[in-house]
């Protein structure tokens, strides 16, 4: 079963617009990772916040974590046609699940020129 | 460096044919996985190794063998297709450093079983 649930399936926008994309998740968590992965491709490591994190940036991203609601949002500013792609957050449950990634069911973003 | 490297990139087999998906990578990196993903739906462990020697069930083990002799290599074994491993296979590999846990996938393995 997909630990994560992700919202929206998909989203469209206008090039320059920011994007916001959200994950819950059932279990308690370590960490949790954003990725992308483009149309044919593996995926690419975004960004990882720990669960004693509340926010992290990286260049356009904004990542953040309310453990309280398991709940995750990856905010991306002033977005680009290069961005689109299929975006997924996995949760990583540390302990003896450490490195094991769920997965959600991830994002599909398209941004038009 | 090459990071982590599958092959083959695409295979079709015949239900009941066995085949060997391989992985490498050259991070020295303990924990490596394989993952399934269908279409439409995020990616799912299969197996699962913490080094030489150790490996662990995921999501989804039924149908596929894996066995870790060197901490280069991960090969995942399909021991008799069944057209509901048609898929796409990552494979990842990663180690704990002082930024978490940041996972490294392959470019993917296309299979189709017919």
């Known amino acids: 079963s997909q630990q994560g649930e992700e919202d929206p399936q998909a989203l469209s926008i206008q090039e320059g617009e920011n994007a916001t994309m959200n994950c819950s998740y059932k279990?308690?968590?370590?960490?949790l990772q954003w990725y992308r992965q483009n149309s044919g491709r593996g995926l690419v490591h975004l960004i990882l916040?720990?669960?004693?994190?509340r926010e992290k940036h990286s260049g356009r991203l904004r990542v953040t974590l309310d453990t309280s609601k398991k709940s995750s949002s990856l905010l991306i500013t002033a977005s680009r046609a290069a961005d689109t792609a299929s975006y997924f957050c996995a949760t990583d449950a540390g302990g003896t699940s450490y490195g094991k990634l769920t997965f959600g069911q991830g994002t599909i973003l398209t941004v038009h020129p | 460096n090459a990071g982590v490297t599958q092959t083959p990139k695409f295979q079709v087999l015949k239900t009941g044919q066995s085949m060997t998906l391989q992985c490498a990578q050259d991070?020295?990196?303990?924990?490596m996985s394989w993952y399934r993903q269908d279409p439409g739906m995020g990616l799912r462990l299969i197996h699962y190794?913490?080094?030489?020697?150790?490996?662990d069930q995921g999501e989804v083990p039924n149908g596929y063998n894996v066995s870790r002799s060197t901490t280069e290599d991960f090969p995942l074994r399909l021991l008799s297709a069944a057209p509901s491993q048609t898929s796409v296979y990552f494979c990842?590999?990663?180690?704990?450093?002082?930024?978490?846990?940041?996972?490294?996938f392959g470019e993917g393995s296309w299979l189709t079983v017919v």
């Open positions: 190794s913490v080094g030489a020697g150790i490996t």
């Open positions: 279990t308690s968590i370590n960490n």
């Open positions: 916040i720990r669960s004693n994190e």
């Open positions: 991070m020295n990196h303990e924990y």
């Open positions: 990842a590999s990663s180690t704990r450093d002082s930024s978490g846990n940041t996972i490294y």
